[in-house]
């Protein structure tokens, strides 16, 4: 069963402040993605990656950094945390191509 | 860029009745078409995919069918009962090495018993 594990489940952070978001995949996958997700809104890509040190820009990723440190981990950052970006926030894997995607259980994050 | 409309938002059938969902899209090089649950505190559990040189995919109770000429994809589960009350979400991408899936807006079932 392919694995996609992201940390923190829930945070809580104030306008203005640092947040890290962490994903991890045991699934030997090359691809991982970053997507938010909102209500009239589906998910939406921030970034992907499609290996260590390598960064792609999706579709929303104003106010967002992510860094692909080995091939299992992909960390999301805010550096300047804004109420707009209270979200849930899904990181997800795959090998490309037309295969599966498979996403992590997600991360709800609140800016007050 | 490509654009995903899904329809209803909210949609409540009782026990045993089908529900369908509907999903038009905008670009006709759109290939890969997939349906997702999401269920409370869960990921995303895909459900079926399928590629644009098919137009009906049954499985487990579940149809999909994909009309390119309207651009438009839909989900019918028959003989819904409450184990599949959730969110849907429909996705489509252009393929390509990176395989980006734009999604719907999600469409929150409801199944009463």
């Known amino acids: 069963e392919a694995a996609v594990t992201q940390s923190p489940r829930n945070k809580v952070t104030v306008t203005g402040g640092n947040v890290t978001l962490s994903c991890r995949q045991t699934?030997?996958?090359?691809?991982m993605y970053w997507y938010r997700q909102d209500t009239g809104h589906g998910l939406r890509l921030i970034h992907y990656?499609?290996?260590?040190?390598?960064?792609q820009i999706g579709d929303v990723p104003d106010g967002y950094k992510a860094t692909r440190t080995t091939q299992e981990d992909f960390f999301l950052l805010l550096e300047l945390a804004s109420p707009s970006q209270t979200s849930l926030y899904f990181c997800?894997?795959?090998?490309?191509?037309?295969?599966?995607?498979?996403f992590g259980k997600g991360t709800r994050l609140t800016v007050v | 860029g490509e654009q995903v409309e899904q329809r209803p938002p909210h949609l409540s059938v009782p026990e045993g009745d089908s529900a369908v969902i509907i999903c038009t899209y905008t670009?006709?090089?759109?290939?890969?078409f997939y349906w997702y649950k999401q269920e409370p505190g869960a990921g995303l559990q895909l459900l079926m995919s399928v590629f644009s040189n098919v137009d009906r995919k049954e499985e487990q109770g579940l149809t999909v069918l994909l009309n390119k000429k309207d651009k438009q994809l839909s989900l019918n589960l028959t003989a819904a009962h409450p184990g599949d009350s959730a969110v849907y979400f429909c996705a489509v991408s252009a393929g390509g090495s990176g395989n980006k899936l734009i999604f719907g807006t999600g469409t929150l079932l409801s199944v009463k018993p």
């Open positions: 997800a894997s795959s090998q490309g191509g037309s295969t599966e995607v498979f």
């Open positions: 699934n030997s996958h090359n691809y």
């Open positions: 990656s499609y290996g260590a040190g390598n960064l």
């Open positions: 670009d006709s090089a759109t290939a890969y």
